[in-house]
Each structure stands twice: as C-alpha cells, then as structure tokens.
C-alpha cells in the first residue's frame, strides 16, 4: 500500500496556483499523531498615524489592573483577555527640532534615531530580527503591507525623506522595505505566486484561467477531503470558503482582475480597504505562507478624509487640534474607527482555527501604535501601545504605566525574546527586557 507523504503543510497545485492550506492532524506522520503540534508563533506590527487623543485611548483602570476599556476601546471589549495595553513608554525621534511624524515612524519598530536627509535607518525594525529568527520555514520571510499610496522618494516631512517617512519595515542593514498597496497584488503574492517583471501577455495568459484560484485545484481539495477526519475536513471547507470570500472581495473592486501590480485593484472604501487586509494577513498566517508581517495604514503626515465616519478635512489638520472641541471630537471619532478596525482583525484572526486547537489569535502578537502620541503636542513619550493576541508568555487582560518613561526597545528586547531570539539589546537604548509584561 502506497503511503501518503505529507508534511506539515500541503501545497495544491493546478494551472500554475498553489494553495497553502492549514495543518491537519489526520494527515500527519501515525507517530507524531496525538502528540502536541509544532505550532507556529506569528508577529504582526500595526501603525495608525497622526497620535490619538490620549484621555480617550488611555484605559480607565490602575496600572497592573484588569483593563477597562473607554470609549475609544468598546469593540476591542470581547478581546480582554487578549489584549495588554501599554502606557508610559518612549520613543526615539528625529535630530532636528521639526519632522516629528517621519521621527517617529522610522523609529517606531527600530528604536533609532530618524537622520536628516537620509535614506536608510541605522539597523533593522524589530519585525526583520524575528524573521531572522522565525521567517526561514515560510513562503516570505515577512510580508510589508500599506494602507495608503506614497512617494518613496524625494523629501515628505520638513527635509526628512519619503523612504523613511512612509515605511515602518527596515531590512537589517536599515534599508527601507517596499511596501505592497493592491490588494490583488498582496493576493497574488501569498497564494499564487508573484512575478514583477512578467509581461503583459504572461499577465493576461495568467489571468484567462486565474477565474477563481479555488476552481483550479478543486478536484484535489475534494479528494483530500476524504483522507481527513471530520474536524479536519470542516477546517478544509472553512479555509477554503474564506479565501474564496477574500477573493471575491478584491474581484468585485478589480472587475475581475487581481493583478498586475500596474493596475488599480479598483475603488474600495477606507473601511473595505482595511478589513480585506486584515483578511488577508489573518488567512496568510492561518496557512503559514508567512509568520511575520507589518501593515502601515497611512504615511508620514497622513491626511486621509474620515467624512464619513462624521470626521470630515484632514487627519493630520485635526490632529492639530489646538484645543478645539470640534477637532477633538473628530479625533476621538477617528481613533474609535481605528480601534475598530483592530477590533475586526482580532476577530477574523480568533475565528480561524490553528494545529493546537485553539485559534490563530492565540498564537499570534500584534503590536499597534503611532508616529506620536499626542498630535497636537508632537510628543514622543507616553506613546500609545497596545500589545494584542497571543503568542509571548505575557499576562494579558492588563493595563501597565512605566513612570520611569522606558524606551520601546526594551519592550522589543522581550518580544524578539519570546520569539526565540536571544538578543539583549536592540535599538539606541534597548539594554533589558521590559518589566512587567508578566504579572
């Protein structure tokens, strides 16, 4: 009898596409069944701009203490337990007194300082050392991920340059990584393969039998489904109909085409546009085609119109809110639709199923914060930080205040830590893990 050879992910192949699917148990080696999956850990940075208004973002408990959430946070209320929220920390900024937004997001994931006309940062961002460490099993070491077209070139903040501003991802010699915006584009890349430089007969040959990604290796999910148990067959059908959904998504924008990257994946609202990212970073974790991501919602000085959310000008025009009550109250808007977003993520990420048998979430770390914390003030200390999911031995459902203003390097020192690297330090100031992460 011809035995099954699988491993710990399957491929299924047809006209060109592969689909990575989930881990199933009834599939793998008879030795290793019954036994505790290798599980994979997952770690995902999230940048909102422009700051927040922090008396709303703040909780409302003592430090240390169960968290209660405020306004800003109530949709984030079912994921308590996932959720440990930061207050007090510090960032590094930029060497001249303006460009206080490129400042903060070149420094927001490296913990360095953002140099006047310069094009790279002086090390890596926290995301590239656990690549390092974690990336090599996966399709892409780590995927970069944009919210927002921007320049790459050229000056964006008072002098400070585009290539610093309007990226949160540098590789390990500081060197900014491109970021992908088409969300057909990103689709492409994770589950059928990603060629730049292919023409555009090759593009539209791709595309004559590209209709749907799932209808080419149905056959063979159908006949994998009857070597599976009955969870693992469920598991099969619900993956497979979430990337046909997020398929279907991106098509009803594109009029039916994904790619090429030259094209427009058509017209998606601000709130459709971020929910099918997080859709798709949640199905790329779920089917290990990578483990680490990032995902920038706006560039430097992001002025994106929230009119209709009741929040309408420019982001950055109402974070400077001079203490207006009508900017302020946009503000608030505004931050309760990012936290929403988050909210939607941690969701789509709690629904799907990993190896262990609890969920994608529980295995996952996000850490979201901001160029600054107030927008008003420009200040860089007291940063908004929520760490959110799984994935470190964290003691979550918990709000912690540093009053000696720690840098984010040392919280980074405990995260790369938990992911399997053994460094101690990182950054310009990062020299010991954070305390308190752990009750």
Same mark, same amino acid.
């Given at each position: 009898?011809?035995?099954?050879?699988?491993?710990?992910?399957?491929?299924?192949?047809?006209?060109?596409?592969?689909?990575?699917?989930?881990?199933?148990?009834?599939? +793998? &080696?008879?030795?290793?069944?019954? =036994?505790?999956?290798?599980?994979?850990? %997952?770690?995902?940075?999230? @940048?909102? *701009?422009?700051?927040?208004?922090?008396?709303?973002?703040?909780?409302?408990?003592?430090?240390?203490?169960?968290?209660?959430?405020?306004?800003?946070?109530?949709?984030?209320?079912?994921?308590?337990?996932?959720?440990?929220?930061?207050?007090?920390?510090?960032?590094?900024?930029?060497?001249?007194?303006?460009?206080?937004?490129?400042?903060?997001?070149?420094?927001?994931?490296?913990?360095?300082?953002?140099?006047?006309?310069?094009?790279?940062?002086?090390?890596?961002?926290?995301?590239?050392?656990?690549?390092?460490?974690?990336?090599?099993?996966?399709?892409?070491?780590?995927?970069?991920?944009?919210?927002?077209?921007?320049?790459?070139?050229?000056?964006?903040?008072?002098?400070?340059?585009?290539?610093?501003?309007?990226?949160?991802?540098?590789?390990?010699?500081? +060197? &900014?990584?491109?970021?992908?915006? =088409?969300?057909?584009?990103?689709?492409? %890349?994770?589950?059928?393969? @990603?060629? *730049?430089?292919?023409?555009?007969?090759?593009?539209?040959?791709?595309?004559?039998?590209?209709?749907?990604?799932?209808?080419?290796?149905?056959?063979?999910?159908?006949?994998?489904?009857?070597?599976?148990?009955?969870?693992?067959?469920?598991?099969?059908?619900?993956?497979?109909?979430?990337?046909?959904?997020?398929?279907?998504?991106?098509?009803?924008?594109?009029?039916?085409?994904?790619?090429?990257?030259?094209?427009?994946?058509?017209?998606?609202?601000?709130?459709?546009?971020?929910?099918?990212?997080?859709?798709?970073?949640?199905?790329?974790?779920?089917?290990?085609?990578?483990?680490?991501?990032?995902?920038?919602?706006?560039?430097?000085?992001?002025?994106?119109?929230?009119?209709?959310?009741?929040?309408?000008?420019?982001?950055?025009?109402?974070?400077?809110?001079?203490?207006?009550?009508?900017?302020?109250?946009?503000?608030?808007?505004?931050?309760?639709?990012?936290?929403?977003?988050?909210?939607?993520?941690?969701?789509?990420?709690?629904?799907?199923?990993?190896?262990?048998?609890?969920?994608?979430?529980?295995?996952?770390?996000?850490?979201?914060?901001?160029?600054?914390?107030?927008?008003?003030?420009?200040?860089?200390?007291?940063?908004?930080?929520?760490?959110?999911?799984?994935?470190?031995?964290?003691?979550?459902?918990?709000?912690?205040?540093?009053?000696?203003?720690?840098?984010?390097?040392?919280?980074?020192?405990?995260?790369?830590?938990?992911?399997?690297?053994?460094?101690?330090?990182?950054?310009?100031?990062?020299?010991?893990?954070?305390?308190?992460?752990?009750?």
């Amino acid at each position: 009898m011809r035995k099954l050879s699988i491993g710990r992910r399957l491929f299924l192949g047809g006209a060109a596409v592969t689909v990575a699917l989930p881990f199933f148990e009834s599939l +793998a &080696p008879r030795e290793a069944r019954g =036994q505790a999956a290798a599980v994979p850990k %997952r770690f995902l940075g999230v @940048f909102a *701009p422009n700051g927040f208004d922090m008396a709303d973002f703040r909780p409302k408990s003592a430090s240390g203490a169960a968290i209660a959430l405020g306004p800003m946070m109530a949709s984030l209320e079912p994921f308590k337990d996932h959720l440990l929220v930061l207050g007090g920390l510090q960032n590094t900024k930029q060497d001249r007194p303006l460009g206080d937004h490129s400042g903060g997001i070149g420094s927001m994931l490296t913990n360095r300082t953002v140099n006047y006309d310069t094009e790279k940062m002086g090390g890596p961002s926290i995301d590239q050392i656990i690549a390092k460490q974690i990336g090599g099993a996966t399709k892409l070491a780590s995927l970069e991920l944009a919210g927002e077209q921007g320049a790459t070139e050229g000056s964006c903040d008072s002098g400070y340059r585009c290539s610093v501003g309007n990226h949160i991802s540098f590789d390990m010699t500081g +060197a &900014p990584l491109p970021k992908l915006y =088409q969300t057909g584009q990103i689709f492409d %890349r994770l589950f059928q393969g @990603f060629d *730049p430089g292919a023409s555009q007969a090759e593009i539209d040959r791709r595309n004559q039998y590209r209709k749907s990604v799932l209808d080419a290796v149905l056959a063979q999910a159908t006949e994998l489904k009857g070597k599976l148990n009955i969870a693992d067959a469920d598991k099969l059908e619900q993956y497979l109909s979430a990337v046909r959904e997020v398929e279907k998504r991106i098509e009803l924008a594109s009029g039916g085409s994904c790619t090429p990257p030259t094209k427009t994946d058509g017209q998606l609202s601000d709130q459709q546009r971020h929910e099918v990212l997080n859709d798709l970073i949640s199905l790329a974790f779920q089917c290990d085609a990578t483990r680490v991501a990032s995902l920038m919602w706006g560039n430097v000085t992001s002025n994106r119109n929230y009119a209709s959310i009741g929040a309408s000008g420019g982001h950055h025009d109402i974070s400077h809110h001079g203490g207006n009550a009508d900017n302020i109250a946009k503000l608030k808007k505004i931050g309760k639709w990012e936290m929403d977003r988050l909210a939607h993520l941690l969701g789509k990420l709690k629904s799907l199923p990993d190896a262990d048998g609890r969920m994608v979430l529980d295995n996952t770390l996000i850490f979201y914060s901001s160029d600054i914390s107030d927008g008003d003030s420009h200040n860089h200390d007291d940063m908004p930080v929520v760490l959110a999911g799984g994935g470190a031995d964290f003691t979550l459902n918990r709000y912690v205040t540093y009053p000696e203003k720690p840098h984010f390097s040392d919280l980074f020192i405990s995260i790369a830590n938990a992911f399997g690297s053994n460094i101690t330090t990182f950054g310009e100031h990062g020299t010991k893990p954070l305390q308190g992460l752990k009750a």
